[in-house]
């Protein structure tokens, strides 16, 4: 490490001026703190990662003891005539927004709070970060037992309420998509509050002070200081969530596993069950392929979009 | 904040709160009232909140029916190993993606991102493959690796996030007083990432604990698998699930991340860092 390293961005100028050889001794320093994470990033990361669009090229197959052939796009050919599958893709996207919007929403009011001076903060904050503690596994079990038909609080609260004699949630073809993804959301809540609550605490609160006084209200408050602020940290986390979420695997695994009749069967159980169910090697990387295009483009869309919206301000 | 708030907003305010809290609680409370009910008021169709004659025997059963102790013992060898793995990796390369401008931080950030936008199952058919030339296949030591690269991309953007709130100028003046840049590191930079690092590696930690998918490909016999595909067993082919013992079970689980959060959800929260940098 080197001392013009250390100085970091705050003087860009000083370090050009010295020339290659800082420069060089820098990259070197660097390469040194680097490595013992980008060994394994290499060979565990984008090696699989190479190695997996490679195989959406060949007919490769679990167990088999022919040898794996090129088949050039054949996989993929066969995979723009599979229903299921874009069937599928449609409910993933259907998913991932369904989930991601109202989690944000949602998220963004409670961190607000959150944020106020308000009694009980700490429990509400202990509270509000249980979801997350949680294994994927147990929220999926954990709502399972709240939708269930007979012995689950919703039926019996509907019950309760005289509306009815409530319904069987996740095996009904209508029911079961809303009904996981609520789960969806409820289970992502705390990571995307956490987030926006951290961007919260770093907004200087002096400016709010100074924007009350000038007699700006809440709305204004929030749309001229805070939201500024927290801005970048709202970008990341609702990328992220939108991945995170169209990734998504265990909940619905858990939940419904795909059913009723294919309703909540995610890109990636498909995909799954494709891989190892199946053992379509080959086929299931070329699902794979897809969804990373699609994903790359539809968040390349939203950053891009967001971030000249943000200079032109 | 200490704007005035009038009463009626405040009244709203905590109205909100409430209704958060009974939406992200509830759930949980039907968890750990299940998971105390005897049989035979499960099988009751009118179930309520409190268990009229609590019970632990799905406790009992729980242990009884799946190897329980040892799918924790699993879990807890691949959380720690993977999260200690991965901070300690993770750090040095956090530093330079945050301080260091040049093709190899814009490279970090870029591969942090880019990982994030794989579907698992385009790695795990490669990793699955790679794992068993290596005969990692049904190993901890297998999963513990696979952790470890998986937790790194959001390790390295909280980490990077971190060593930015560190004030550069605060180096420069180490480095003024005459601190070697070792020292300075150790000495100026860790203390103030301390805070940041132990929330990192608790991401961790919980992460890998957590964690399902890779553990279900990557385990294949029930005495390595970890507490998450244990907890599956419990459901049935149909979906029929003995709701007691699977409650019981599925409560015991999620204690450990519980009480981990209940330690540092204030680290986690809290900007030490942002006071550093104004006082």
Known sequence: ?313 | MSLPTSRAARAGQYLALLAYLVFLAFPFLWLLSTAFKPARELGSLHPTWIPEQPTLDNFRQAFDEQPLLQAAANSLITAVSAALIAVVIATPMAYVMARHRGRLATAATGWVVVSQAFPFVLVIIPLFLVLKNLHLINTLWGLILVYVVWSLPFALWMLAGYVRAVPAELEEAAAVDGAGRVRTLVSVVAPLLAPGIVATALFAFITAWNEFFFALVLLKTPEKQTLPVVLTHFLGAEGVADLGPLAAAAFLATLPSLVLFAFIQRRITGGMTAGAVRG
């Open chain 1, 1 to 313: 490490m080197t001392s013009t390293s250390l100085k970091g961005r705050s003087r860009p100028r000083r370090a050009q001026e010295k020339g290659p050889p800082g420069a060089a001794a820098r990259d070197r320093a660097a390469w040194f703190l680097v490595l013992p994470a980008l060994l394994p990033i290499l060979i565990l990361s984008v090696g699989p990662l190479l190695y997996g669009i490679a195989l959406a090229f060949t007919d490769a197959q679990s167990g088999r003891t022919r040898s794996t052939q090129w088949i050039g796009t054949l996989n993929f050919q066969d995979l723009l005539h599979d229903t299921l599958f874009w069937d599928s893709f449609r409910i993933g996207l259907i998913w991932a927004f369904g989930v991601t919007v109202p989690q944000f929403l949602l998220a963004l009011g409670l961190a607000l709070l959150l944020n106020q001076k308000l009694r009980m903060r700490w429990l509400a904050r202990a509270l509000a970060i249980i979801p997350w503690a949680m294994p994927e596994v147990v929220v999926g079990i954990m709502w399972r037992l709240v939708y269930n038909p007979d012995a689950g609080i919703l039926n019996e609260t509907i019950r309760d309420l005289g509306l009815g004699d409530g319904r069987d949630w996740l095996t009904g073809l209508a029911t079961a998509l809303p009904a996981v993804i609520l789960v969806g959301i409820w289970a992502g809540m705390p990571q995307t509050t956490v987030a926006l609550l951290a961007g919260l605490q770093n907004t200087p609160h002096e400016l709010h002070e100074a924007a009350a006084l000038d007699g700006a209200g809440a709305w204004r408050r929030f749309r001229t200081v805070t939201w500024p602020a927290i801005k970048p940290i709202a970008l990341a986390i609702t990328a992220l969530n939108f991945i995170w979420n169209f990734n998504s695997f265990a909940l619905v695994y858990v939940l419904t596993s795909g059913g009723p009749g294919g309703r909540t069967r995610l890109p990636m159980l498909f995909a799954y069950e494709e891989a190892f169910r199946y053992g379509q090697f080959g086929y299931a990387a070329a699902m794979g392929c897809v969804m990373v295009a699609v994903i790359s483009v539809i968040l390349a869309c939203y950053l891009v979009g967001r971030i000249k919206g943000g200079e032109e301000r």
